[in-house]
């Protein structure tokens, strides 16, 4: 890993780090960047030596629940495509302020691959910031890596989440809008939220004037909402995409008890022996 590579990494610092490399980063197999843009767009621009990975790789994409973790035979694929080892530090990006990227962030975290960086801001502030971009589609080296499920912690199911609803130490952080949580709009068998859980919608968390970056007051936000540091919290949406990026924006703040569901809205609302709330958050 490049200790010298912050998790929440800045354009400008990737910037200086591409023109300091010697060797291209083809070559250099220490340091990987994903692209998790729409494959229209890394044609077309994409940071320098960025290879791509379909974002919908990293769901399983079946019914009934499309969101699950794919198959470890899955996942291994992609890790062994993208050339990805154990002292391997990835960087990761998409166009959309951090979603499948986040996707990508805790599917590492749960296959035991904790190196990682997010390009803050992702290609949006790349772009519009006016950092070099490349258009030729770069070929990862792939490696043999073996993949397992080596930090199942992160990966929460909806029996564990049922059991912990009573403990004060537990917190469920849903990342749809408003409407999805309070019911309004009904997106599965039944619409509404899991018992207590506290609605803070992913994109209030990104910076619309700053390129689409993490606010700078992010922490502050969640600690107001009730998700501070102490607790173990648990975050899921209604497939899972969304809360890639709340999954995030927690371990780049640090929370080490941060885990998701990638079962989401779409199975919790789907099972009739789950309890459900109706209703909006109160203020």
């Not at 990761?92 to 979603?99: A, F, L, N, Q, R």
């Not at 043999?144 to 929460?156: D, F, G, S």
Request: aromatic content about 8%; charged content about 20%.
């Amino acid at each position: 890993m490049n200790t010298d590579i912050p998790r929440l990494l800045e354009p400008a610092l990737l910037a200086s780090i591409l023109e300091s490399t010697l060797d291209s980063i083809q070559n250099n197999d220490n340091l990987i960047i994903v692209d998790l843009c729409s494959e229209a767009l890394y044609r077309q621009k994409h940071v320098p030596g960025a290879v791509h990975l379909q974002a919908g790789a990293l769901m399983a994409g079946t019914a009934p629940y499309p969101g699950k973790l794919p198959s470890i035979e899955q996942l291994q694929t992609i890790i062994r495509y993208l050339g990805i080892k154990a002292d391997s530090h990835v960087v990761i990006y998409d166009d959309e302020g951090g979603g499948w990227a986040g996707r990508f962030a805790w599917t590492l975290d749960l296959l035991g691959y904790p190196h990682w960086s997010y390009l803050n801001g992702g290609i949006i502030a790349w772009i519009k910031e006016g950092f070099v971009t490349e258009s030729l589609t770069n070929q990862p080296i792939a490696s043999e890596t073996l993949a397992r499920i080596a930090n199942p912690a992160v990966l929460m199911s909806a029996d564990q989440i049922a059991s912990q609803l009573n403990k004060s130490d537990f917190a469920v952080w849903d990342a749809r809008s408003p409407g999805e949580y309070s019911g309004e709009m009904v997106r599965s068998a039944r619409g509404g939220h899991i018992p207590g859980a506290i609605n803070i919608e992913w994109t209030s968390l990104m910076d619309q004037q700053r390129n689409l970056r993490i606010r700078s007051d992010a922490e502050q936000i969640l600690g107001r909402a009730g998700l501070s540091r102490d607790k173990q919290v648990t975050t899921h949406c209604q497939s899972h995409h969304r809360s890639g990026f709340t999954y995030m924006v927690a371990r780049i703040l640090g929370y080490d008890n941060i885990s998701a569901y990638d079962g989401s809205w779409a199975e919790w609302g789907n099972l009739d022996d789950m309890p459900v709330e109706r209703g909006y958050q109160p203020d």
